[in-house]
């Protein structure tokens, strides 16, 4: 799911990486609008809000939107670079990093707003906007931009492209190919919308507030353990069972 790249990655692992990075996304999303009444998955409300300050000659009050924006961009931006930095290292699963950074964000604010009052809620929001930034960045990377998982405008874009073409296609392969993408792309949305719905039900039914954000870590860490379990016993398999093969063969 995450240690698959290129070639070797199929709609199986796509699916797989969509489902779990969506739902978290969704319960981010929700959590961060409920607390504070802001997006903290997308920037493109920000965007709007932005240019509408400054229109109006309300630089400093604009400024906070355009920390909102670059949390995003920065949180992109550092996910690629650490990636890229360590690709190179064979031994090292690349993607680790950022998720596991995006964990200890989430983690943290969910932990310490048991503790400490939160007097500034917007710098939540950039931390929260900087995750999602990681996040969208890495699986972007990972699935050679099939993927993606923070904000639905595009996915929705995608998707009725996707099914006008279904009407029109040049061959089997390419509809066999449009079902995929169609396929792929309800999977995000759905889990998008199960991860809200879960989000929602934890902070206002169970009253967890920014608590709820620790099942979003839980998720990812749950994620990536199992991944790595997977991939362990992959490896052994491959490693003893031709071992067997040829000693059955000597015998």
Same mark, same amino acid.
């Given at each position: 799911?995450?240690?698959?790249?290129?070639?070797?990655?199929?709609?199986?692992?796509?699916?797989?990486?969509?489902?779990?990075?969506?739902?978290?996304?969704?319960?981010?999303?929700?959590? #961060?609008?409920?607390?504070?009444?802001?997006?903290?998955?997308?920037?493109? #409300?920000?965007?709007?809000?932005?240019?509408?300050?400054?229109?109006?000659?309300?630089?400093?009050? #604009?400024?906070?939107?355009?920390?909102?924006?670059?949390s995003f961009l920065f949180g992109s931006f550092f996910s690629s670079f650490l990636i890229e930095k360590y690709k190179k290292n064979k031994q090292l699963n690349v993607f680790l990093l950022p998720t596991i950074i995006e964990?200890?964000? /989430?983690?943290?604010?969910?932990?310490?707003?048991?503790?400490?009052?939160?007097?500034?809620?917007?710098?939540?929001?950039?931390?929260?906007?900087?995750?999602?930034?990681?996040?969208?960045?890495?699986?972007?990377?990972?699935?050679?931009?099939?993927?993606?998982?923070?904000?639905?405008?595009?996915?929705?874009?995608?998707?009725?492209?996707?099914?006008?073409?279904?009407?029109?296609?040049?061959? /089997?392969?390419?509809?066999?190919?449009?079902?995929?993408?169609?396929?792929?792309?309800?999977?995000?949305?759905?889990?998008?919308?199960? #991860?809200?719905?879960?989000?929602?039900? /934890?902070?206002?039914?169970?009253?967890?507030?920014?608590?709820?954000?620790?099942?979003?870590?839980?998720? /990812?860490?749950?994620?990536?353990?199992?991944?790595?379990?997977?991939?362990?016993?992959?490896?052994?398999?491959?490693?003893?069972?031709?071992?067997?093969?040829?000693?059955?063969?000597?015998?």
């Open positions: 799911m995450f240690r698959h790249q290129g070639k070797s990655r199929t709609l199986k692992h796509n699916l797989r990486i969509a489902t779990v990075l969506s739902f978290v996304a969704g319960i981010v999303n929700v959590t #961060g609008f409920l607390s504070f009444q802001q997006l903290t998955t997308n920037v493109t #409300g920000h965007f709007a809000l932005f240019i509408y300050d400054v229109a109006n000659f309300k630089f400093w009050k #604009g400024t906070i939107y355009f920390l909102f924006i670059f964990c200890a964000i /989430l983690i943290s604010i969910g932990f310490l707003s048991n503790f400490i009052k939160i007097e500034s809620p917007n710098l939540i929001v950039c931390l929260l906007l900087f995750a999602m930034g990681l996040q969208n960045s890495f699986v972007t990377k990972i699935s050679n931009a099939v993927v993606r998982t923070t904000h639905l405008t595009g996915l929705f874009t995608d998707l009725g492209i996707d099914i006008s073409h279904l009407f029109f296609p040049k061959s /089997l392969i390419e509809k066999e190919q449009l079902k995929a993408n169609i396929k792929l792309r309800s999977y995000i949305i759905s889990f998008f919308f199960l #991860g809200g719905l879960f989000g929602g039900l /934890l902070f206002s039914r169970f009253n967890l507030g920014l608590n709820t954000l620790l099942f979003a870590a839980l998720i /990812l860490f749950i994620s990536l353990f199992y991944d790595d379990l997977r991939y362990r016993i992959i490896k052994t398999k491959r490693k003893y069972y031709p071992r067997k093969k040829h000693q059955t063969v000597i015998n």
